[in-house]
Nanobody, 122 residues
Framework: QVQLVESGGGLVQAGGSLRLSCAAS????????MAWFRQAPGKERESVAA????????YYTDSVKGRFTISRDNAKNTVSLQMNSLKPEDTAVYSC???????????????WGQGTQVTVSS
């Protein structure tokens, strides 16, 4: 069992930056692929970024490449998402999730945080 708690969301102007963090409980954090998903009102949940067990491999959806960076610290049981050059279309609830397998489909993710709101004003 893994419990995930996100922090760092908020309101920011377009072009600004935010850093999301996700703290995980348990001693098996390194056994999970970690990812960030987001869901905007009226839209389906989409994958934003994923990072492999050791952090060697990462995945980004096209719309955030070059602007967002996912990272993890297995010693501290944390995964972060640095978001730069934010756009109004990045506005959504962002959730971190854990999966035992490498995937960017939300179906593969077994454990989820409660989500944190990110709002980007124009």
């Amino acid at each position: 069992q893994v419990q995930l708690v996100e922090s760092g969301g908020g309101l920011v102007q377009a072009g600004g930056s935010l850093r999301l963090s996700c703290a995980a409980s348990g001693r098996t954090f390194g056994n999970y692929v970690m990812a960030w998903f987001r869901q905007a009102p009226g839209k389906e949940r989409e994958s934003v970024a994923a990072i492999s067990w050791t952090g060697r491999d990462t995945y980004y959806t096209d719309s955030v490449k070059g602007r967002f960076t996912i990272s993890r610290d297995n010693a501290k049981n944390t995964v972060s998402l640095q978001m730069n050059s934010l756009k109004p279309e990045d506005t959504a609830v962002y959730s971190c999730a854990a999966s035992p397998s490498w995937s960017w489909s939300p179906i593969a993710y077994r454990f989820w945080g409660q989500g944190t709101q990110v709002t980007v004003s124009s």
